[in-house]
Every structure is written in structure tokens, then in C-alpha cells.
């Protein structure tokens, strides 16, 4: 489909006119259109639509007070968001606009009296509503044969085949969940069959790569001490959390798709999300295809399970749907949650002793995001840095916005202009995997990672660290 007609066939699918002869047929024709694509109709839905959202936002919807809101109220967008924002060579400079737009949001939610919740990103809505869209455009012309012949051509991934059998009437819940299972039985698992299209896959793993170095690192100085380890952590200049959180899940990502033979995960260990069987498709390995199997019999075993429920009571059946679509328990997100936790720990130990704690206000701190997270809870020094960080920040980001005028043509325009890319690591440091900013734009995703600097801490040295997050 061309770019305009998938616009004109999303606008229908947006203003349906229900009832109308005519209407069956148009929508007949689009689930045509939908389903021609290939694997997968409804992530391709998705994706096009939070892409199409992002490119009118930066062209145009930037200047709706109503939509930046929106993303005031988000915190600015996610990371994969934030992540093609980065990379559209279009938008560098609405950055600093976006930038200001989550730190007023976050600094806002931060000195609130009562805990609120962040709102979701506006261009993950925008996706949400459109997959909904087209997940309920194919639930309407189900019933044809024509259709099920499309269906049944691996043209909708097993996570969309699965909600469609959750919402499908059950005589076409039976039919969805055979023929996902027929699917699984009969192909290799492959990640997109398994785990549907991922638009941040690419930009997602050559963030992680750059991990790479900080684990052999990561190992020398915990072998050392682990206040050796947590200086090295913190001499990085990015969230040491945000940091703790991506380096392990990167680790056990790395290992699960090393492991062969004996040591190798169990079933129990395997279990992914779609977001991590996409990484760790990335990383590449012997082992996984190993995991791709053992997460492709864990998905047999529930539609196993969904279709004898279809078959029993009302209640079994009422419960299938929830039970065949409930979250998958990952091991990796389990990794992420825990070492965060601990990271977090050995901070608030950190800080304690007079000595660390002096150091810890010559570092970057905890990004926005985490501060959030733990608002209640974060120790009086932890607070009070990044408090300081993010006053930097805003005096950074308002210069930078000055300095977009053409009045100030004159004047030097010198690191602060930078803090597009650079403002991340302090508002959520997931954007670049826990690591400071990449020393070239991201859309050049070859640069090198930023190696920590190994020489003992003087001055120099520490404004060199500095100048990866800030340059005030
Ligand atoms: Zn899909
Ligand atoms: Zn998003
Ligand atoms: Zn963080
Ligand atoms: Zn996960």
C-alpha cells in the first residue's frame, strides 16, 4: 500500500460508516489492503501510525498548545520515541522544545503533594488506538472465507493472532487458536512470527552494543571491591541505575543466547517478552534458537489450554481470553526490576558514609525518570543533586531555545546547542541503555562507546566526565 492510501485507508478505519451496504464492502477491501502487507498487518498499523504521528508533530502539531500537553504530561515521549525523535535528521532542533516540555512535566510531578501518575506517551497512544483500529477492522470481516484464507498466510504475528482469538466470537477463537498453533507447530520459530514487528529494534540493540566494553569492566572491579565496582559505575556519567538495570539485562541476554548444552537456561528461565526476544535476537548466538523454541512451546501450552476452555462453562470461557494474553513472565524485565532495586540499595548505602557522599555530588545523578520512581524514598543527598542537575538542565535548554532566534545570530552558540542529545541521560536514562549521550548523533549509529576514564580523579578528568551531560 503507498503511504496515501495507508493514510486514507487508517482515516477509515478512524470514521467508519457503519451499517451501509457499501461500507461491508470497503471494509472488506481495506482487511484486503491490511492483510497484503505480510507479517504482521496490525504491528505495521501500529507502527506506521505512532511514525505518521511523530512526522506531523514535527512538521506541524509541535505548535498545538493542546498536543504539547500532551507531552508535558507524558514526561516527554518514551524511550524508543525519544529514539526516533533523535534520529529524524528533521528534528534536531525542536529537541530543546521537547526537552523543556518533560522537564516541566517531570519537575511538576516531582513537587507535587500527592504521587500522580506521568500520562502515556502521546505517540504510544496514537499506535495503541491505531492497532485497536485494525485489530477491530479484521474482527468485523472475520466471518469471511476470503479473509481467513488471508489470516491463515502468516500475515498477522502470534502476539495479534492471540488477541484476536481473546476478543473473536468462539467458533472464530477456535479457528484463530488452530491456526496460530498450526502456525507454531509447523514453522521454526522465527522472532517476528513470535514476537510481531519491533520499529525501535535496530536503534534499541546498537544502544546495547555499546554495553559491550562495561561488562568485562563491570567484572574486573566487582572482583576488586564493590565500592571499586560502584566508582567505575559512577565515574560513566550517566543514571547509575538506569546503568545497573540496562548492563544486567544486556549480561543475561548475552549469556541466554551464548548458552548451549549443558548450563544452558531451562524452559522455566526462557520465558521473554517481545521486547527482550527482539534484543536478544540482536545479540545473536547459538543458543537462540534454542530460546525461540522454548518460548514458542510455552505459547503452544496456552493455546493448548485456551481451546479447552472455549469447550467447557461459561466461566472457563469468560477467563480464556485474559489467561491467553496475560503479560509473559519475563525473565529479562524480572532482571531489569531487580537490579535496579539493588543499584538503588547500594546507593542509598553509598551516600551515608561523609567520605562517598562527597563524591556522589561531583557525579550525574539519578535520571528524572528514576527520581520519579522513587520520589518517597530517595535519600536527602540524592535528591538534592539532582535537583541541582536539573536546574542546570533548564537554564541549558532555555539558552538553547534563546538562541534559536535569529536576533541572537551574534552570539556564540557553543555546547549548550548540543543538549538535544544530551538531555536524555538526565530525563530518562533508558534512552541510550544506561550510558551517557553517543559522542556522534545517534542516526550515526557506528560511533564508538564512551569508555570510562580510567585515569585517576583530578580535575580535568572530571570535567571531561562532565561535559557528557552538561556543559554548564
Ligand atoms: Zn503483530
Ligand atoms: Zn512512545
Ligand atoms: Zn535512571
Ligand atoms: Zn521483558
Known amino acids: 500500500m503507498t503511504p496515501v492510501a495507508r493514510t486514507r485507508f487508517a482515516a477509515r478505519l478512524l470514521h467508519p460508516r457503519a451499517g451501509s451496504g457499501e ?11 491490511l492483510l497484503s502487507q505480510g507479517l504482521c498487518a496490525i504491528c505495521r498499523e501500529r507502527d506506521d501510525s505512532a511514525g505518521r504521528w511523530l512526522s506531523y508533530f514535527i512538521a506541524e502539531s509541535h505548535t498545538d498548545p493542546g498536543v504539547m500537553a500532551r507531552v508535558t504530561a507524558a514526561v516527554g515521549f518514551c524511550p524508543a520515541h525519544t529514539r526516533h525523535l533523535l534520529a529524524d535528521a528533521s528534528a534536531p532542533w525542536l529537541l530543546p522544545q521537547v526537552h523543556d516540555a518533560a522537564l516541566r512535566g517531570g519537575s511538576r510531578l516531582l513537587s507535587a503533594a500527592q504521587e500522580e501518575g506521568r500520562s502515556p506517551c502521546p505517540a504510544c497512544g496514537a499506535s495503541r488506538d491505531a492497532a485497536e483500529r485494525g485489530l477491530s477492522a479484521l474482527l468485523r470481516v472475520l466471518h469471511q472465507p476470503e479473509m481467513r484464507t488471508a489470516v491463515d498466510g502468516n500475515t498477522v504475528c502470534l502476539q495479534h493472532l492471540t488477541t484476536l482469538a481473546a476478543r473473536a466470537r468462539p467458533s472464530q477463537a477456535l479457528w484463530l487458536a488452530e491456526t496460530a498453533a498450526a502456525r507454531l507447530d509447523e514453522h521454526p520459530p522465527d522472532v517476528v512470527s513470535l514476537a510481531g514487528l519491533d520499529a525501535d529494534s535496530d536503534r534499541r540493540a546498537a544502544q546495547a552494543t555499546r554495553l559491550d566494553p562495561f561488562l568485562p569492566l563491570e567484572r574486573a572491579r566487582q572482583n576488586s571491591s564493590v565500592v571499586a565496582r560502584w566508582e567505575a559505575d559512577l565515574e560513566i556519567g550517566c543514571c547509575p541505575l538506569c546503568l545497573g538495570e540496562q548492563r544486567a539485562v544486556h549480561r543475561l541476554l548475552r549469556w541466554m543466547a551464548a548458552s548451549t548444552g549443558r548450563g544452558e537456561p531451562g524452559r522455566e528461565e526462557s520465558g521473554l517478552c517481545s521486547r527482550h526476544l527482539h534484543e536478544l535476537t540482536a545479540v545473536g548466538g547459538e543458543g537462540v534458537a534454542a530460546i525461540l523454541e522454548a518460548n514458542t512451546a510455552a505459547w503452544l501450552g496456552r493455546l493448548v489450554r ?4 472455549l469447550a467447557e462453562g461459561r466461566d472457563a470461557r469468560r477467563a480464556a481470553g485474559p489467561e491467553l494474553t496475560r503479560a509473559v513472565r519475563c525473565r529479562a524485565c524480572n532482571e531489569e526490576r531487580m537490579a535496579g532495586r539493588r543499584q538503588l540499595a547500594l546507593l542509598a548505602a553509598q551516600v551515608r558514609e561523609p567520605v562517598a557522599e562527597v563524591a556522589w555530588a561531583r557525579t550525574h545523578g ?33 539558552e538553547a531555545l534563546r538562541k534559536q532566534d535569529w536576533h541572537t545570530r551574534h552570539e556564540v552558540k557553543g555546547a549548550e ?9 538526565l530525563l530518562d536514562g533508558r534512552v541510550y541503555a544506561g550510558l551517557p549521550a553517543p559522542s556522534a548523533p545517534p542516526r550515526n549509529q557506528t560511533s564508538e562507546p564512551n569508555e570510562p576514564d580510567p585515569a585517576p580523579k583530578d580535575d580535568a578528568a572530571d570535567a571531561a566526565r562532565r561535559t557528557q551531560w552538561s556543559s554548564t
Open 417 to 425: 546547542m548540543t543538549i538535544g542529545r544530551r538531555a536524555p541521560t
Open 306 to 309: 485456551f481451546r479447552r476452555q
Open 23 to 33: 461500507e461491508a464492502l470497503r471494509s472488506l477491501s481495506d482487511a484486503r489492503h
Open 366 to 398: 539519578v535520571c528524572l525518570r528514576h527520581a520519579l520512581m522513587h520520589r518517597e524514598t530517595l535519600p536527602v543527598p540524592v535528591r538534592t543533586l539532582l535537583e541541582a542537575r536539573l536546574a542546570q538542565l533548564r537554564w541549558e535548554i532555555d
